[in-house]
């Protein structure tokens, strides 16, 4: 994980006692500076929000609507929904112990700008740190049977055609395509996601990725 001595905001929302102390008192260690808040239903989580959008949310994916209702997959799922269609930069990680019910939400989680990864709630602590750490990176990942190689669009194509046909950097991928730089680098996480390409320590990101782009057949 990268260490950092920025100030960044974190919401934790999980309606599950000893779960949400594990994973801020976690976050704590990872992030000494972080200001770590946390929610526990939907309706708190909208309150939360109106002071303002935090680096990264991490949200179980079954809680209540409202205090005193039971926890529901559906009510994470239309929050999610909606905070994806309201904040497209939102950086989100989602630690549940549900997340088949995220194949749902395909379609929204390949058309988000933000870095958004999963954490399956059943493995250690560490696996959720890494995972909000590659969601502040940008980096999108989600299990691998939530993925096929239809979901790889004609746009990331481009991209890599460009960048590793021409040599171009992503400055004059985003000019050739026009779109904007950032539009470029949201692609490059879909793509990397796409072909199960994640940072590693000592290894350069987009050399993997051609790797496996030409294991794949998508470029000569």
Do not use: C
């Amino acid at each position: 994980m990268t260490p950092t001595t920025d100030r960044i905001h974190l919401l934790i929302v999980d309606d599950h006692e000893s779960v949400l102390s594990g994973t801020v008192s976690a976050l704590e260690q990872a992030y000494p500076n972080a200001i770590i808040r946390t929610a526990t239903t939907v309706e708190a989580v909208d309150e939360e929000l109106k002071h303002g959008l935090p680096n990264v949310l991490v949200m179980d994916l079954s809680i209540p609507s409202a205090p005193n209702e039971p926890s529901q997959i559906e009510s994470g799922i239309d929050l999610l929904r909606r905070l994806m269609e309201a904040h497209t930069h939102l950086n989100i990680v989602v630690q549940s112990a549900h997340i088949k019910a995220l194949i749902r939400l395909m379609p929204s989680i390949y058309d988000h700008r933000g870095g958004f990864t999963i954490a399956d709630k059943n493995l250690p602590l560490r696996e959720m740190l890494e995972k909000v750490d590659w969601a502040l990176k940008g980096v999108v990942y989600t299990p691998q049977h939530m993925r096929t190689r239809l979901e790889i669009r004609p746009e990331w194509l481009q991209v890599l055609q460009h960048a590793f046909g021409e040599g171009l950097q992503d400055k004059a991928i985003a000019e050739r395509i026009n779109v904007s730089e950032r539009t470029v680098r949201h692609y490059w996480s879909k793509l990397q996601d796409a072909l199960s390409v994640y940072p590693e320590a000592g290894k350069n990101i987009r050399i993997q990725t051609e790797i496996r782009a030409r294991e794949e057949g998508l470029i000569d």
